[in-house]
């Protein structure tokens, strides 16, 4: 892959802001990153730093009555926010798609797991019912789900955990869409049946050239699935790097502090997980400075006072720590590069 290559997805300046009683809470506060062609890119971070929110703001899939959402989202080199509803409604499902945390909240209860696939190919591919049917069916065996002709003739009710989350990559995928975005796709799942949700998700997204947005608070499906990621903290994005860089040399504080959170096989049973001390700070409430500082083993006085700037260390990494400008003497804008072979 070029590294001149253009992002399919580029979102600069990203704000979110919901209204309510207790005043604005701003849930994404100046995001920006960019997707290229067939990557997958992790979107990190404890829950309540905007991840979910980024994703249902790109999609625009919040209510505009209590929402207003800034910035620049170009998709394919279309502004998605200049689009009006119904252009993105015909958007969403065919070129760009979502597969939500939890399928039996997002699956219709009052249809079967068929007629839920094949709706969206009926509206978007434009098929009769017999044709979306046997699109749907095919789609059901893809995802390797047993005996398809019967569970397409089921509601979400009568399926397992893993199979609603099945169905859940089948309607994503049914129109091969470009870009996918997975929310926590297999937090609700137990631990077998996550791994071969993971790789059967690798598998779809290889054999198709898919570009895939990953959402999660666990590092390990990061590992397993991303070829680059991006750490956010209290809506802002705080770091970014290759997955083998970040790994192997995370460079802001809060990364580190992911990282060594993550249980290790084999370590000693008596000993305990590390943990980073303090809570994510209310969205109403951002500390001044750097919204990591109060948690923060490293604070300095500038760390209470001023956010600091992103830094650019590399093609394609970035940290926006006070710490790093130690470190780092390109103290430049930064603009990603296509990463190599994704």
């Known amino acids: 892959m070029s590294d001149t290559l253009n992002p399919l997805l580029s979102v600069k300046g990203l704000k979110t802001s919901f209204h309510t009683h207790d005043g604005v809470v701003n849930a994404v506060n100046g995001v920006d990153f960019d ?3 067939g990557e997958t890119l992790g979107l990190v971070g404890e829950s309540g730093c905007g991840k979910s929110v980024t994703a249902l703001s790109i999609l625009r899939l919040l209510n505009p009555a209590n929402t207003t959402i800034q910035g620049q989202i170009k998709f394919e080199g279309k502004n998605l926010l200049d689009m009006n509803l119904e252009k993105m409604r015909m958007l969403r499902g065919s070129t760009i798609s979502m597969i939500f945390q939890e399928p039996m909240t997002s699956l219709n209860p009052i249809l079967t797991a068929g007629e839920q696939i094949a709706e969206s190919l ?8 017999k044709q979306a049917w046997k699109k749907a069916i095919q789609m059901l065996e893809m995802v390797q789900i047993p005996s398809p002709e019967h569970r397409a003739g089921q509601y979400p009710h009568k399926l397992s955990g893993g199979m609603r989350q099945r169905v859940m990559i ?22 077998t049946i996550q791994a071969q949700i993971l790789n059967l998700m690798n598998h779809l997204k290889k054999g198709s050239n898919t570009s895939m947005v990953l959402i999660t608070h666990d590092l ?19 770091e970014e790097a290759p997955v083998a ?17 993550v249980p290790v096989l ?19 409430h951002i500390p001044r400075g750097c919204s990591f500082h109060p948690r923060c083993a490293k604070t300095m006085e500038i760390c209470r006072k001023e956010f600091p700037p992103m ?14 400008g130690e470190e780092i003497q390109d103290n430049v804008s930064f603009t990603t590069t296509a990463p190599k072979g994704s």
């Open 35 to 37: 997707v290229f062609p």
């Open 122 to 129: 009926r509206l978007h591919e434009h098929l009769d019912r």
């Open 170 to 191: 089948a309607m994503a995928l049914a129109c091969n869409p470009r870009l996918v975005f997975a929310d926590e796709p297999t937090t609700a799942l137990d631990v």
């Open 220 to 238: 390990g499906v990061v590992a397993q699935m991303a070829s680059r990621v991006v750490v956010m903290y209290a809506g802002k994005v705080v």
């Open 245 to 261: 860089d970040l790994f192997h040399d995370a460079r802001h504080p809060y990364t580190r502090g992911l990282l060594k959170s």
């Open 266 to 284: 084999g370590a000693d049973k008596a000993s305990r997980l590390n943990e980073i001390p303090g809570i994510v700070p209310s969205l109403l």
């Open 311 to 324: 830094i650019r260390f590399s093609a394609n990494r970035r940290v926006a720590c006070w710490l790093a």
